[in-house]
């Protein structure tokens, strides 16, 4: 069985930054995944898109409200996603979660496009 694990998650003031990983372990080693992307919900609020990265040739899109100050980047060796996010802001908070996908078939924002999850990292910009 494959997980996804989350960590990196905290507290911080606004305008600091924080590094999230995403670390894939158990039977499957990631090779797979078409992409891996990143996703958040804050209490009350439905889960939204933060940025997503193409395993193969790494390239990344970003939802418009996280564009600029997060940045996604993957290291297959280790089979670690990570989010680098910097300027955060009250409205970054929430549960961040990574996700990973066999097939980008709902474009790589969509959270039906994604088969594995991870449990959720707690972000608190306060």
């Known amino acids: 069985e494959v997980q996804l694990v989350e960590s990196g998650g905290g507290s911080v003031q606004p305008g600091g930054s924080m590094t999230l990983s995403c670390a894939v372990s158990g039977n499957g080693d990631g090779s797979g995944y078409r992409c891996s992307g990143w996703f958040r919900q804050a209490p009350g609020q439905e889960r939204e898109a933060v940025a997503a990265?193409?395993?193969?040739?790494?390239?990344?899109i970003y939802s418009d409200s996280v564009k600029g100050r997060f940045t996604i980047s993957q290291d297959n060796a280790k089979k670690t996603v990570y989010l680098q996010m910097n300027s955060l802001e009250f409205e970054d908070s929430g549960l961040y979660y990574c996700a990973a996908a066999t097939r980008n078939r709902f474009g790589a924002l969509s959270s039906s496009t994604y088969s594995e999850w991870g449990q959720g990292t707690q972000v608190t910009v306060s």
């Open positions: 990265i193409y395993s193969g040739d790494g390239s990344a």
